[in-house]
């Protein structure tokens, strides 16, 4: 565990210099008409991931879209006096869809990684995560962190999620494997495919409350924390200040932790 921290730690460090530079470069944008004309249509487009349990989760009977972030966008909306339009999107696909103009915002905990911050431009923070590491409660040999980076171990990520980058940079034993859409790292776990996977506080929660075969692992020293923000494309600080202005608001007026609490993510909110 300790090396895994460390390496973790190298990567961090490496990823969080090289963040300042694209969030400081990016001061100088134009303002552009977004807000203008998203008034002008009425309506606010929001990509999510619908998977995201307790952020922006789709319950596959109902349809019935929930989380943290469900709440909030539509407080967004209505503090924009808009209706909230939800655009399906990913980890691997949000900087193409605010690029390409599919959606207006990117709300659904997206972690500010310095390669997407030099894409799209990121609010303050207002979730903060560490990586968790789940494995089944019968694994013959994964009992704890140090378990982990072995030979012959798999570590399933996310294809898109911070945590790939993160342990690809970390993992000098273990083998990494990227799941990609509409492969899920629940199946490959259980399919023997891999030993461990890995992600963050509010995904965890879902496997606590789903999957009795699962073990969660939480981090046993710092891994790699990262901060999590609402995403627009660059061009209009104007819309980047409106957004923001939202996050601070919710913040002091206690809609954030009120969400928060709703779906057990209390412990990553961030209100300073």
Request: aromatic share 8%; glycine share 6%; proline share 6%.
């Amino acid at each position: 565990m300790r090396r895994l921290t460390a390496l973790a730690f190298l990567a961090a460090t490496a990823l969080g210099s090289a963040l300042q530079a694209p969030i400081a470069s990016a001061q100088a944008t134009p303002a552009g008409d977004r807000l203008e004309r998203i008034r002008a249509a009425g309506a606010v487009r929001i990509c999510i991931w619908p998977d995201y349990y307790g952020i922006t989760f789709r319950n596959p009977k109902s349809g019935e879209l929930s989380g943290i972030d469900e709440t909030l966008s539509r407080e967004f909306a209505k503090d924009l006096g808009v209706k909230p339009v939800y655009v399906d999107s990913s980890f691997a696909n949000f900087v193409q869809d605010l690029i390409g103009d599919r959606c207006d915002v990117a709300m659904f905990g997206v972690g500010m990684l310095p390669e997407r911050a030099a894409k799209v431009r990121f609010t303050q923070p207002y979730l903060r995560s560490d990586i968790w590491a789940v494995t089944t409660k019968t694994h013959p040999s994964v009992k704890s962190w140090d378990d982990i980076d072995k030979p012959g171990r798999v570590v399933a990520v996310q294809a898109g999620t911070f945590m790939e980058p993160v342990m690809k940079a970390a993992l000098k034993n273990a083998e990494l494997l990227s799941v990609k859409l509409p492969a899920t790292r629940e199946r490959e776990l259980q399919a023997g495919r891999a030993d461990v996977f890995m992600t963050d506080y509010a995904y965890s929660r879902r496997v606590v409350d789903n999957a009795d075969w699962a073990k969660v692992m939480p981090p046993e020293r710092p891994v790699h924390p990262l901060s999590y923000g609402y995403a627009v494309a660059p061009g209009d600080d104007a819309w980047l200040a409106r957004l923001d202005r939202f996050v601070a608001d919710v913040k002091k007026d206690g809609r954030l932790l009120s969400a928060a609490r709703a779906f057990k993510l209390e412990p990553i909110v961030v209100l300073q």
